[in-house]
């Protein structure tokens, strides 16, 4: 299973996205957006390439959190995946230990928010951010992830 992975998007349209995201996105089994969208407009429209499966950040209004919830597990080929902004914001050196109590039991777990990559696996889990596929500051450049599900789950960040 291929999931292509997205966060911290800061755009109502799809058009803003990279050529190469939207290929990756057309091609993957599920796509999986960690927040910040900034409109409902390119909810609906990934919805549209696919299946969908997200949370809302702390910039996203109230249309994107009627229709997505803060926290998500994720099933994907039997493992269990958490995902989270979070939508509360804060500071982003005190991510993990905020996500972890949230997600029991998880395999890998999802976020956003820092706009920094990440693809560690400390203590059995997959610690993946996708960092910002606009490149939106404080991110350094555009990125996005690609999460492979076979008999393990493996990361990947592609740099654009």
């Keep these: ?5 997205i966060s911290d998007t800061h755009t109502d349209s799809i058009v803003e996205l990279p050529r ?7 091609g993957a089994d599920m796509t999986i957006h960690a927040g910040d969208f900034t409109g409902k407009r390119l ?16 910039i996203d209004g109230l249309e994107v959190r ?3 919830p803060e926290i998500d597990i994720v099933q994907a080929a039997g493992f269990k995946i958490g995902v989270n902004h979070p939508a ?3 500071s982003p050196h005190t991510l993990e230990q905020r ?3 949230k997600f029991p039991g998880v395999l890998a777990i999802i976020h956003g928010h820092s706009h920094q990559t990440k693809n560690d696996f400390r203590d059995g889990v997959l610690w993946f951010n996708p960092g910002s ?3 939106t500051f404080p ?9 492979t599900i076979d008999k393990e789950i493996r990361g990947e960040i592609i740099r654009l």
Excluded: F
Excluded at 1 to 5: D, L, S, Y
Excluded at 43 to 58: M, S
């Design 1 to 5: 299973m291929k999931i292509c992975v």
């Design 43 to 58: 909810v609906d429209d990934l919805r549209k390439i696919g299946p969908l499966k997200g949370v809302y950040g702390n």
């Design 20 to 26: 190469r995201v939207l290929d990756e996105l057309s």
């Design 88 to 90: 509360e914001g804060g």
């Design 139 to 147: 991110a350094r450049q555009k990125t996005y992830g690609i999460l």
């Design 66 to 68: 009627r229709e997505l």
């Design 99 to 101: 996500l972890r109590p």
């Design 133 to 135: 596929a606009t490149g």
